[in-house]
T-cell receptor, first 107, second 116 residues
Framework: LAKTTQPISMDSYEGQEVNITCSHNNIATNDYITWYQQFPSQGPRFIIQGYKTKVTNEVASLFIPADRKSSTLSLPRVSLSDTAVYYCLVGDDKIIFGKGTRLHILP | EPEVTQTPSHQVTQMGQEVILRCVPISNHLYFYWYRQILGQKVEFLVSFYNNEISEKSEIFDDQFSVERPDGSNFTLKIRSTKLEDSAMYFC??????????????FGPGTRLTVT
């Protein structure tokens, strides 16, 4: 299983773009990269998933370089409600959650 | 939008008692999971279940724990002889395909288990 490393916490302001980078040096050929969001006392919620290059949905973008040893979650124009823990996950038939990145959005 | 449901939302039990946490996964999903999260800590994988059997389990998932899909809809986690350190949020999740292979897990809202 590929281990992931991400910043423990980040602060940003409303309206800013936030980029959270995750390192996964030992990613396997078949592994996808998935990001989840978790609010306090709630279950994790899927945000985005990708394999290579760039993926965009209505919530976020995911940038993956050619070597796939890292990925960057980009949240455009964050709001206070984006304050949450964000998890980067790489794996196969089970999900190993790391400590995630605690994102705090300030007014 | 389909969702995973869990009952009860909060369970209080005495040490040594057995508890059963219930989950109803999304109907067309084939893979089922249990996770737990001790307050203030990370989400920990417990077990995955496919085709009516355990496909993988973590070190946490010892003989105290068992899972079952008693009918076509429910997926249960039984904890025998609960201990104080079993107090946590327990999340059920399901996915249509093998996670990590171009699919996502859908998580339920969790059951908060408090062992006194």
């Amino acid at each position: 299983l590929a281990k992931t490393t991400q910043p423990i916490s980040m602060d940003s302001y409303e309206g800013q773009e936030v980029n959270i980078t995750c390192s996964h040096n030992n990613i396997a050929t078949n592994d996808y990269i998935t990001w989840y969001q978790q609010f306090p006392s709630q279950g994790p919620r899927f945000i985005i998933q990708g394999y290579k290059t760039k993926v965009t949905n209505e919530v976020a973008s995911l940038f993956i370089p050619a070597d796939r040893k890292s990925s960057t979650l980009s949240l455009p124009r964050v709001s206070l409600s984006d304050t949450a823990v964000y998890y980067c996950l790489v794996g196969d038939d089970k999900i190993i959650f790391g400590k995630g990145t605690r994102l705090h959005i300030l007014p | 939008e389909p969702e995973v449901t869990q009952t009860p939302s909060h369970q209080v039990t005495q040490m040594g008692q057995e508890v059963i946490l219930r989950c109803v996964p999304i109907s067309n999903h084939l893979y089922f999971y249990w996770y737990r999260q001790i307050l203030g800590q990370k989400v920990e994988f417990l077990v995955s279940f496919y085709n009516n059997e355990i496909s993988e389990k973590s070190e946490i998932f010892d003989d105290q724990f068992s899972v079952e899909r008693p009918d076509g809809s429910n997926f249960t986690l039984k904890i025998r002889s609960t201990k104080l350190e079993d107090s946590a949020m327990y999340f059920c999740a399901s996915s249509e395909a093998l996670v990590g292979r171009e699919d996502e897990q859908y998580f339920g809202p969790g059951t908060r288990l408090t062992v006194t």
